[in-house]
């Protein structure tokens, strides 16, 4: 199974400030063919499920705020909020589906 | 309003079995692909189950001959039975529909339930 590695564990940030949170998968989850990452971010609030934001590493979710910006390729990924609103307290997950899916062990994002 | 609703979740000792159930309205479940996804306290998800639109099943190595996916076209619904469980087994299921596109799936997850826990323990 592909494994994926989230960083930091944990981050506080102001709010109105920029969070960023890396996801890196133990072999590439970029297909060839098709130039597609497969590579998915989620937002978990306790007691909640997770919610996709992001697929393709960077094609939000209809109704995703704009803040939430997916980057990167191959083996290495980003979850951006470009400013940080209260709402955005969660853990976040990143996930590759390019084989059976797995999920990295999760960002939790406080305010400072 | 699209909705899962998981039920059949409890307390269950080692070696037992349990169905879980997983109820859906606005969609219908067998012309999606549909999973099953754990996720135990303090750690990530983790997959479990797939059923495709055409039936085929898959299952997380963990589970393999172990649990079963099926689901009720007259009902709506999906299901998971789980026997000859385990301690490691603990955790709250969801189920989620696959985001598909253009009929293939992609295996991100785009509408989940809120859950029903499972505690395996003796």
């Known amino acids: 199974d592909i494994v994926m590695t989230q960083s930091p564990d944990s981050l506080a940030v102001s709010l109105g400030e920029r969070a960023t949170i890396n996801c890196k998968s133990s072999q590439s989850v970029l297909y060839s063919s098709s130039n597609n990452n497969y590579l998915a971010w989620y937002q978990q609030k306790p007691g909640q499920p997770p919610k996709l934001l992001i697929y393709w590493a960077s094609t939000r979710e209809s109704g995703v705020p704009g803040r939430f910006i997916g980057s990167g390729s191959g083996t290495d990924f980003t979850l951006t909020i470009s400013s940080l609103q209260a709402e955005d307290v969660a853990v976040y997950y990143c996930?590759?589906?390019?084989?059976?899916?797995?999920f990295g062990q999760g960002t939790k994002v406080e305010i400072k | 309003e699209v909705q899962l609703v998981e039920s059949g979740g409890g307390l269950i000792q080692p070696g037992g079995s349990l169905r879980l159930s997983c109820a859906v309205s606005?969609?219908?479940?067998?012309?999606?692909?549909m999973s099953w996804v754990r996720q135990s306290p303090g750690k990530g998800p983790e997959w479990v189950s797939v059923?495709?639109?055409?039936?085929?099943?898959y299952y997380a190595d963990s589970v393999k001959g172990r649990f079963t996916i099926s689901r009720d076209k007259s009902k709506n619904a999906l299901y998971l039975q789980m026997n000859r469980l385990r301690a490691e087994d603990t955790a709250v299921y969801y189920c989620?529909?696959?985001?598909?596109?253009?009929?293939?799936?992609?295996?991100?997850?785009?509408?989940w339930g809120q859950g029903t826990t499972v505690i395996v323990s003796s």
């Open positions: 996930q590759q589906y390019l084989s059976t899916p797995t």
């Open positions: 606005e969609f219908t479940v067998s012309n999606n692909y």
């Open positions: 989620a529909r696959d985001r598909s596109e253009g009929g293939s799936r992609l295996g991100a997850f785009d509408i």
């Open positions: 059923i495709y639109s055409g039936g085929n099943t």
